[in-house]
């Protein structure tokens, strides 16, 4: 694990930025609480990333997470689908609307790749990695690889969701992951929030404050 002082990124770092979409900040179909308040601190870390990619949760209209797609069923209900439990959501970030677009306050020129996720009808995908069904691979573990990265920072959108899937899964493929919890926001479902602590100390994911990178570089 990485101790949580200040440190500098470099060539084998990666900040991925999780879900900064107008769905998932107040006002849009699925608000994250206070979700818009993570987007000047996200740009502050990327700005001291040499490699920074960005997520987008772009999924089909009819698309299976959506409770509209389960007649009778309500948002945040579980049903059982074909890979286990899933949870329903309002329609949202749907394919080339607003609600899936970047906030237009994300200000991150030197991204290098935004990789869209949850675009199988059938398929949620919490995880920038794999989908829910836990098999299908995203292409991203592979995207990193290739090019060098050793160590995964994450900030973003929820974080009891795509932010702590993603994070378990990078820890699980080999990666070291620390997460800046500072610049994510829960979206709190049955205790999710308390319970992504809790799996992050199980499986050796670090939480540390986005200070670690800001307050580093000023000391520079
Ligand atoms: C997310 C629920 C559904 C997320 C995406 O970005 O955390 N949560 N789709
Ligand atoms: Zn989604």
């Known amino acids: 694990m990485i101790a949580p002082e200040a440190y500098v990124p470099g060539s084998s770092d990666v900040l991925l930025v999780v879900d900064i979409q107008h769905d998932f900040c107040p006002g849009g179909a699925l608000a994250v609480p206070r979700g818009d308040e993570v987007i000047s601190a996200v740009n502050a870390l990327a700005r001291h990333f040499p490699h920074v990619v960005l997520t987008q949760d772009w999924h089909p209209s009819g698309h299976l997470s959506f ?10 209900e579980t049903v059982d689908v074909d890979y286990g439990a899933q949870i329903l959501w309002p329609d949202h970030c749907v394919q ?14 030197h991204a290098e ?7 199988h009808r059938g398929i949620d995908s919490y995880s920038a990695f794999y989908e829910n069904d836990r098999r299908t691979p995203t292409g991203l573990a592979s995207y990193l ?25 990078a820890r699980r493929i080999g990666f070291d992951v620390v997460v800046f919890d500072d610049a994510c926001r829960a979206i709190d479902v049955g205790g999710s929030a308390a319970a992504t ?3 992050f100390q199980a499986l050796g994911i ?15």
Do not use: N, W
């Open 67 to 76: 409770a509209s797609s389960h007649p009778g069923a309500r948002p945040y």
């Open 96 to 109: 080339g609307t607003r609600g899936a677009a970047f906030r237009p306050e994300l200000d991150v020129p």
């Open 113 to 119: 790749l935004v990789l869209r996720k949850g675009y």
């Open 145 to 169: 690889r290739e090019r060098g990265i050793r160590r995964v920072f994450m900030a973003g959108l929820a974080f009891d969701f795509c932010v702590r899937f993603s994070a378990e899964d």
């Open 197 to 199: 602590y809790e799996q």
């Open 206 to 220: 670090a939480c540390h404050p986005s200070a670690c990178v800001t307050d580093a570089a000023a000391q520079r």
